[in-house]
């Protein structure tokens, strides 16, 4: 599209359409991730019935002023653009109208914008030979400009401007309001007689709109989606369905409003209805293929294709959690998402957009999605954005709204100052037989005094000296409450909680493995965390995907990477040889054929699509291809390769600048970066060697080798 | 319409018809207002050109949940109807789709509907023979209902629900969405050609939508609207205007799509365009006929019947300033429509309406339409209303947005405990010249110290009895500082502000004026007061109705009744003189000719139809009929008629039951009441007699008599 459109300019030298490529649509930060949020989480059915969230959903402010001053050079004509009905001031004089074009003078000319609309975001594109609406516009939703009696403007402005938010509308007539998702036709595998109707295969769990071609007559059919044969053809308790009015003379194709996710769909005709077959159209956000694994292990490699097609289903306008059921945007499924993205497709904009979705905006009121835990994973995931982007931008546009939660946080803490679910609050953690919410969770506090942390590390990074000294107290404060509190001498572990002020007896795995890549213990305390909890099986399993990816995280952290090799592989792998074509909300090995599709009490209950099924690729990009930050945006960063079982392993992780390549077999490392300086870690049995590389020694059988961007390095070692 | 509507349900017992008479549509308290205002006051255009207010619009809440338990008598259907994508629980149980009728079975019902709509307000509208939407409805924006792994919902819920809002949309077909103020056809009283054009009188001021009859031709029109015959003509500077494409081969009659407000209209054609004529569709308030006034002076009549029609132009959707020019709701004006119209159509819906659209919603950010004082008058409004309607309920909604707005006004004050215009902040009080805002204003702290007493009166009636002791130790904190900080003995009246925390040297109206008829001073300073601010002429004269009617108002309280009654004739009386049709922003009696339309530095920028220039209708309804509530919704009140200059007046005085109708001439009074007690009270130089009352002497020529409701009492007495 990009290349024919350059072209096109080329051949006509046709300036205005040119500069539009620099323009791009514009709104206030937040407003139009709120809008679309909105619309996404409102299309959740439950078996043909609307079922929507059960937290408040903002809304966009319906009146904002857009400005940039611009140093004009040369006369030039300007092309305006908005959603709503919308004012021009050039210079603080207002031009008369709605004008869709306009002429600038050379020279300094301030534009401002007012845009009004109720129904949708106020939203404006300017186009012109060096003015056009970027990310640089200011932008507010009260002007607090008043005149006197004379007409004389107040000189008192209380007016915050903020920087624009934006996407990637970069036409004119590409309107934020009629975002879609792109779709492209996909074909059934089979489609096969079953009792009284037509069930339909397409061969693997996908998302989209279900096309009748050549429907025809007039009656009903009934549509069963199922992710499994068995709920497709459970027509009274699968999750979704559609009920379809035919009443067509001649015959067309005909496709559905609302996108479902299925891999079955089972049909059912009633009156003279036919039709020809059933295509879909697979509904998608593009995202570059950017990260990459390969290795000697099939199983593992099955895993990370399925992991990968997961990320992708699950990654829509924003981050949800599952494709089938909630569709809704969870802020600790979507912290996991934007984890393994770093590792995948790397697309900023969509962890951008979901972090400001879940956010919303003032008044806070309630935690995000009601779940304490989930306000916490909230602040992490801003840290870890930057640690990976080194968008310092993105930072400065939320640090108010980080604040202003952390505000709500810290008036909710009791009298010794904890955090407990207050009435209101959902205490979540995990789905976990009989795990308790009551009293103050350690796992909570544990997660506010990371937020704290992470507070304070926003504000050094934006030269906050005072709320960084704040924050910085604070965590100090509650890091040592924690260990006063919780940590018990005796198991050699954390609690679970404190109830009525006293320590409970019980111990669950939560807060233990935070704590581990929290790095919050003592080498000693790690050990004993390690044996009495992690490795502990008298200790509550986790049965979640979810969970077993921080369980499994803390453990490579302990450099325990051969037993999590080993889990990897039974666990997803299990899931796998039970046919899984997209990894599941939940997995319990001991339970067999149907079962694995219940939850909530529901029989289909279980997502069998959910993001956080997808965090091999997190941890094999992190932990196996050992690649990591270590400051902002790659300009440092770690590569510690580590083999576990395979003979070799290749791939690729995303960085802001491009991919790192990596090959690292027994006997050699290949590596390649486009950015920064990384150091490579390599465990050799003798000194390794490489034409280009410098290899220092650490210890007995460890080296280091500096890698810098554009250089393309091989390694021989001997592990 | 409705007596057919009985009519049709009589003759075809359709029980289900006649039992939607008793439903109405729901949405959530504010919510309508908000969205409603937000529509009004993004009408007003500017020579063309869209010009929207200045502080922040808020939006609805996108996703309501609406419930209600019923004791169902027997078996029965409902009908739904909802402005938005929606579900539908009986008992906590999911029904099916989205339906729009239901079975309900004879027994306990819990209703519950969720609605989801982005672009405008989610409504709903429930109708059944026992099962009907209104009031009593619970309305929440956000459930917090959460489950646990097993499907069992919390039993830890946050949700705060309040009653449903409402209003008249009584019909399922009524869409709230849809809303329009209802128009009637208007003929212009002459039309001539001037110059080039036409020039178009409707004979007095007045709004609504152009219509050209029989159009027809390509060209333009271009239409200038003006209050005055000179703005209409001064094409380059009227206020509004409307420039028209015509592009039609065959002639139709062609309606503007926005109405404007004018008495005259000048038309210009260019090309081959035709019209036969031009009307309006004059655009209204509904509002019943029930405050009179009638009297032996004529040119008071036409005051009050002038005055009548400024209020009937400036009640729309809200009770605006003025019908030309800003078009939007301004707190400290509405203020004074209430006060009218508590003499007038007693339209307590509007009042509620334009009350809530002030105060929008959480977070709170600045003062109402950004002014200080804005926000004063809105808490005063409150008290007003419930003493005049007696409307505890609504007291009951607003008083959680009643808290919020003054903690964000506590939170503004200074170290000596006084509110100072703060960046963002508008120090209003009047349009004045060369009124200084610098420092801490004393009018303010005056405004301030009222409210707090609002709160704490508000707060009693609720039974919050923590909040009225802060409320009322705030308060009391507050008048201390007022007279010590502002109160010159040696001037004997209250100094206009502190600057650097001394008093300056200033005396203005404001401080001292309202003082008076908040009953803050002492007799002595009373008197002082009068003498050397009100009646003094070297202190700045007040030159806006707005203020005028403060002025007047406690020179009324103060008994100087016959000098309002000639301030009264000779200020508006004054604008009759020069043809006023309606009552203006600003009236200076030193000024002549089109002096009189300038304003804001603009030829035309004064607005002719203000709603401040309506007070004679609450001056002649309080201090000469002499009417007032003494206690909540009219439970007790006062008749206190004064004659002045006049021979007889009569009139009548809405109340929640009905109007008191009044006449009083030298010799007899006529008093006839719907509602609870009323003191009349008599100046009469020998003992009064009436055949059904019983007189009691106060002093030597003061008498009163008890009027109880539904008794016709004459009283003859000497004056």
Known sequence: MKRYFFFFCYLFSSVMLCAQESATWIWYPGDFEVWLSNDMQNRRTERGTFFPPFWRMDNHYVLVEFHKEFDVPTDEEIAIVAEGKYNVKVNGKMIPGMPAKLNLKKGKQKITIKVYNQGHVPA?????????????????????????????????????????????????????????????????????????????????????????????????????YGESKEEALGTATCETLDYIEVARSSSTDSTLDLS????????????????????????????????????????????????????????????????????????????????????????????????????????TMSHINTIMDYTFYWFLSIY????????????????????????????????????????????????????????EVSFEQLLLCRSLETMALCANLLQQQDDQVFYDKEAKLLKTKLFDYYWNPTKQAFVHSRINGKQTENVTRYTNMFAVFFDYLSNEQQQAVKTNVLLNDRVQKIMTPYMRYYELESLCAMGEKDYVMQEMKSYWGGMLKLGATTFWEEFNPAKSGAEHYTMYGREFGKSLCHSWGASPIYLLGKYYLGVKPTSAGYQTYEIDPYLASLQWMEGKVPTPAGEIDLYVSEKKIKVKSPIGVGTLKIKSKSKPKSKNGTIVQLDQDTYTMEVHAGVAYEVDYRL
Chains 1, 2 share one sequence.
């Not at 900023?348 to 400001?356: P, Q």
């Not at 202003?404 to 609050?425: I, T, V, Y």
């Not at 789905?431 to 009551?438: M, T």
């Open 124 to 224: 404006l594109y300017v186009s012109g030979k060096t003015v056009n609406t970027s990310k640089d516009w200011l932008v507010t939703f009260e002007d607090k400009e008043w005149i006197d009696e004379t007409g004389k403007a107040s000189d008192q402005s209380g007016t915050t401007y903020v920087k624009a938010g934006h996407w990637n509308f970069d036409q004119p007539t590409r309107f934020p309001s009629k975002f879609k998702l792109p779709t492209r036709l996909e074909q059934a595998v089979s489609s096969t007689k079953h009792g009284s109707g037509t069930l339909v295969d397409f061969g693997k769990n996908t998302f989209g709109f279900l096309t009748f071609h050549q429907l025809k007559g007039n009656g009903k059919l009934s549509v069963y």
């Open 260 to 363: 479902k996710a299925f891999r079955y769909v089972y049909i059912e005709k009633q009156g003279d209805v036919s039709f020809d077959q059933v295509s879909m159209q697979y509904e998608y956000l593009p995202v570059e293929d950017r990260g990459a694994f390969k290795s000697s292990d099939e199983e593992l490699n099955n895993i990370w294709e399925v992991a990968k097609y997961t990320m992708e289903l699950t990654s829509r306008e924003f981050y949800i959690d599952g494709i089938k059921r909630d569709r809704w945007i969870w802020s600790g499924d979507a912290y996991q998402s934007y984890a393994m993205n770093y590792y995948l497709g790397f697309d900023s904009e969509t962890v951008k957009r979901t972090i400001l979705a879940l956010r919303g905006k003032e008044p």
């Open 384 to 439: 870890d954005y930057y640690q990976y982007t080194g968008d310092k931008e993105f930072i400065e546009a939320v640090y108010p709204r980080m604040q202003s939660l952390m505000e709500f946080c810290l008036a909710r803490r009791n009298k010794d100052g904890l955090m407990e679910g207050l009435s209101g609050d959902w205490v979540f953690i995990d789905w976990a037989d009989g795990l308790s919410k009551k009293g």
